[in-house]
């Protein structure tokens, strides 16, 4: 078993990876650290809590992040519409019996890090603050940690929330250049090849005839999500799976090919956020160029909704 750690914004798709690594018997998952994005960090740690219940894994522990990006500013307004208000697509889940964890995310990290030395797994579906900040503040883990794969970023391809700049990296551009300069092994899992990947609005139907209250959460929430890609793209038909991919890429790294980059993050002026790879000699991150995205998502339909 593969010992993970997951850092999100819980968010539609978030849940969809949440409930994918939780019932995925090849991870183990230590902790759950959120922060800002989709939805508030007080929003995406609820969100977390109550959807941990209805996995009926709520023995994981989740513990907050930080509320201002690693430069200290105020998060970006959110996408109401892409992920609803409460962050799930108004989806109305029940409240968790369990609270977050008192220890700030970044600490949390660094002492699961410590814990399981050379044996973890990051996988992050959301900005890069919670792991800016535990670097910088143990720069050790960075010698430690097996890998961090990163939902985030668009290399060879256009951003989604401007022009230049995938959500996630946009999100709090600085952390992310902290992290993908800090040599921490990395794989970039970013709309490259996120994009490629399709879950068919069929499945709604499917998921509410099941019946359980996971997979009428979950069609609940991917309705919301389908409605507004439908608005950009009519023909879609469906909903990429972004932040699934990253615990897909953790099971089976043979479902995505991989170029060694080095990759930079702009931080200013309307490029924010944008990500520059560079095949240099010394490029340690792994950026992801293309998904077996037929394998990967009949495999995501096996154990989402188990
Ligand atoms: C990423 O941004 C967020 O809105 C999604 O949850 C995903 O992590 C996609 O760009
Ligand atoms: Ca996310």
Not at 40 to 57: E, I, K, M, Y
Request: proline fraction near 6%; glycine fraction near 8%; charge should be negative.
């Amino acid at each position: 078993m593969k010992n993970i750690i997951l850092d999100v914004d819980t968010g539609i798709d978030d849940a969809l990876a949440i409930a994918y690594a939780a019932n995925s018997p090849e991870l183990n998952i230590l902790g759950i650290t959120t922060t800002f994005g989709n939805t508030s960090v007080p929003g995406a740690t609820r969100n977390t809590l109550d959807l941990l219940q209805v996995l009926g894994a709520d023995d994981i522990p989740v513990f907050p992040g930080a509320e201002k990006t690693f430069a200290g500013h105020e998060p970006a307004d959110r996408a109401t519409w892409i992920h609803g208000e409460n962050g799930i697509g108004e989806a109305v889940l029940p409240a968790a019996d369990k609270q977050a964890g008192d220890m700030p995310a970044h600490d949390f990290i660094i002492s699961a890090v410590h814990e399981h030395p050379n044996d973890m797994s990051i996988l992050t579906t959301a900005n890069l603050g919670n792991l800016a900040r535990a670097i910088e503040k143990d720069p050790e883990i960075v010698q430690l940690v097996t890998d961090v794969i990163v939902m985030g970023g668009a290399v060879t391809v256009p951003g989604n929330i401007t022009p230049y700049a995938e959500a996630n990296i946009y999100h709090d551009a600085e952390a992310a250049q902290f992290v993908f300069q800090s040599g921490i092994p990395m794989t970039l899992v970013g709309l490259d090849v996120t994009l490629k990947t399709l879950l068919k609005r069929s499945v709604i139907d499917e998921w509410k005839e099941k019946d359980t209250l996971l997979s009428r959460s979950l069609a609940h929430m991917c309705g919301f999500y389908m409605d507004a890609y439908a608005k950009e793209n009519p023909k879609l038909n469906g909903c990429p799976l972004h932040d699934p991919l990253t615990v897909g890429a953790a099971i089976n790294p043979g479902f995505v090919k991989t170029k060694p980059m080095a990759v930079h993050v702009k931080t200013e002026s309307k490029e924010k956020g944008q990500t520059i790879g560079e095949e240099t000699e010394n490029g340690h991150i792994k950026v992801c160029l293309d998904v077996d995205s037929g394998r990967f998502v009949s495999h995501f339909l096996k154990r989402v909704v188990s």
